[in-house]
């Protein structure tokens, strides 16, 4: 699982965030003090792991060995870290590779922390948390551009908050190696990268015109490296302009190769990528009429921190994302708030005897809230459609596992569970998943009927494969739909690994 929701920060620990962007890995290591993070130690590498994805969709050999070298190093840094205080997340390159989980796995061990696949979105998100945190405060409406390795992020958002956020599949590294194979500079070449870029801004331009922003900011490497070598030659005096990127942009091509670039200003490792960047925040500039941007030095790892001090208190976006999706889709919020009542319930019987924690808790509570979602298309196959709108909705403070687990537990609510669903979950989720799914559906049986009726005592207790149900009889002669559903439960839960028996309560004397 992600981290745990609802965990208590003290003073003085310590928390981190990694970072496996598709140019360099970085981790930030912090002290938390006085309500906020307190950085205290940085580590990156330049693992540039877009250069490595192939056009199939897998990792070539010397990149994936790269990133495994760098996140062991990472690991080593992290030892005695408390595993609910260190949040690690994947972008554009890993969201592209065909298999995610075969590099995921020895990634984790690697690192010996779960890694999350973030969403374009999600990832803007967690961006522009660490950009408005990094900046003084102000109501203003700020546009922050984010060019990365694979993608780039294009946020705009007023104090903490991102009112809109776009990720767009252009990158430095894949830019340059796209735009520019084997190094060469041409001014055809250019004019081609800058107007295919162009045309993919246009999707959202529009919108981000009429929303409007008052200032620019850029984070990530990549335009810290641009304004260096802009004010470094003189381009510019503060920040990037229009006029600073045309002068770069003919320096570049005089120059020719990539392999030749020695400008003032640049760091050796930052030469190989920084046509691409340039192209694509000069096609940026050219799209939404940017006039200025300023690098900053806060980024998406500063905003995974802020994130897990969020979280820790009160501040989960990913309730806010439940509730939002509960509206969207005109949930029975009744209906939904009985089922999770009881479904509740069942699990604090169950809880200790399955080693489940606050945090499996709320997983089954947020199912529950959502497990009809899909009613909002047909009545038919419902668990299906719900899943599918929780795999593929962009769902703020969710990664892809995340919304993959819930996607398992909404299919598998009802009908016979599909096993090849409850499989395709990572490998530490499949547990968690089978057990919340089983006490979601016993939750949404009992309340077939969908009246406001109060239910009987419910006896559940279980032990690893195996869950007991125990129901009053004088109820249970009263209710012969349950009876026959719980016959016709105790097959289909087979599916979940699980083995369920029906019981009857002591009768009370008198």
């Known amino acids: 699982m992600s981290a745990p929701r609802n965990v208590e920060i003290r003073e003085g620990e310590l928390l981190a965030g990694v970072d496996l962007g598709s140019n360099s890995f970085h981790m930030v290591v912090a002290r938390y003090q006085h309500g906020e993070p307190r950085v205290i130690d940085r ?40 595993p609910q205080h260190v949040r690690a997340v994947a972008t554009n390159t890993v969201r592209q590779l065909r298999s995610p989980q075969a590099f995921l796995l020895p990634a984790e061990t690697a690192l010996g922390h779960p890694v999350e696949i ?33 993608s780039t992020e294009f946020i705009i958002g007023r104090e903490l908050a991102p009112l809109h956020a776009e990720s767009v599949q252009v990158g430095c590294v894949a830019s340059t190696l796209r735009f520019f194979p084997g190094g060469k500079l041409t001014r055809k070449r250019w004019q081609r990268a800058r107007e295919e870029i162009g045309v993919l801004l246009q999707q959202f331009v529009e919108n981000y015109r009429e ?6 900011y850029g984070s990530s ?25 045309a002068g770069l942009r003919e320096a570049l091509l005089t120059l020719g190769d990539i392999e030749r670039l020695h400008l003032p200003g640049l760091v050796e490792e930052r030469a190989p990528v920084l046509a691409g960047g340039v192209v694509i925040l ?32 009160g501040r989960d976006p990913r309730a806010a994302s439940i509730a ?14 009985r089922v999770e009542a009881t479904a ?15 945090d499996a808790r709320e997983w089954l509570s947020w199912a529950a809230r959502v497990h009809e979602i899909g009613l909002a298309i047909a009545h038919s196959q419902h668990h299906r459609h719900g899943a599918y709108i929780l795999r593929n909705s962009d769902l703020a403070g969710f990664s892809r596992q995340d919304q993959q687990l819930l996607a398992a537990a909404v299919e598998c609510h009802r009908r016979k569970p599909d096993k ?31 009246r406001v009726e109060p239910l009987p005592p419910l006896g559940l207790d279980a032990h690893d494969h195996r869950l007991r149900l125990a129901l009053p009889p004088d109820w249970l002669e009263h209710h012969p739909l349950t009876v026959a559903d719980l016959e016709v439960e105790r097959t289909q839960i087979g599916e979940l690994g699980l083995r369920l028996e029906l019981g009857m309560l002591a009768r009370e004397p008198g």
């Open 211 to 216: 929303a409007g922003w008052d200032e620019v």
């Open 282 to 313: 000069e096609a940026a500039f050219d799209a939404l009429g940017i006039e200025r941007l300023v690098a900053v030095e806060s980024a998406m790892r500063e905003g995974m921190l802020w994130d897990l001090i969020g979280r820790a208190e």
């Open 324 to 337: 939002a999706l509960a509206r969207r889709y005109g949930v029975d919020e009744g209906h939904a708030a």
């Open 344 to 358: 509740l319930a069942l699990f604090d019987q169950v809880a200790p005897d399955w080693s489940l924690d606050a």
């Open 118 to 150: 973030v969403s374009g979105r999600e990832e803007g998100r967690l961006i522009f948390l660490g950009v408005a945190h990094g900046l003084p405060g102000s109501r203003r409406h700020r546009l922050v551009v984010d060019i990365g390795g694979g």
């Open 221 to 245: 490497g990549t335009a810290k490296a641009i304004e260096s070598v802009a004010l470094a030659m003189g381009l510019s005096e503060y920040g990037v302009t229009r006029a600073a990127l």
């Open 43 to 82: 580590l990156r590498d330049s693992v540039r792991l877009a250069a490595g994805l192939r056009q199939d969709g897998t990792l070539d050999a010397e990149h994936r060995a790269r990133a495994l070298a760098c996140l062991a190093r990472f690991g080593q840094r992290l030892t005695g870290l408390a």
């Open 420 to 450: 090849t669903v409850l499989a395709a979950l990572p490998v530490r989720h499949k547990l968690l998943a089978r057990r919340i799914t089983a006490l979601l559906r016993l939750a949404v049986l009992f309340h077939r009927a969908r």
